[in-house]
């Protein structure tokens, strides 16, 4: 299974992005049963856990991103988003994609989000 993630970029304060996702190398069922999650990792800091989406379609979130990010996912596509909106320059971060698919997990490249005016 590889992930590909993508979307990041360069946004003022304020501003949204929506990360993708997307999945190869495994069919609709196992993508379905998988737990998928984004994690960030700022300059100095440690990786860490912003949202998770699983198979029984409950999300949770970080206390820092809670009401301004929202993950979904579209299994048809075999694709996970994270919608970002309400940034703030301490979003700041390479954002990872990570999925757990049975008892394996894949992890995919970073995407680069950087928050600034």
């Known amino acids: 299974v590889q992930l590909q993630a993508s979307g990041g970029g360069l946004v003022q304060p304020g501003g949204s992005l929506r990360l993708s996702c997307t999945a190869s190398g495994t069919i609709l069922s196992v993508f379905t049963s998988g737990t998928f999650e984004w994690y960030r990792q700022a300059p100095g800091n440690q990786r860490e856990l912003v949202a998770s989406s699983r198979a029984s379609h409950s999300t949770t979130y970080v206390d820092a991103v809670k009401g301004r990010f929202t993950i979904s996912r579209d299994n048809a596509r075999k694709r996970v988003y994270l919608q970002m909106n309400g940034l703030k320059p301490e979003d700041t971060a390479i954002y990872y994609c990570?999925?757990?698919?049975?008892?394996?997990?894949?992890w995919g490249r970073g995407t680069q989000v950087t928050v600034s005016s």
């Open positions: 990570k999925g757990d698919i049975y008892s394996s997990t894949y």
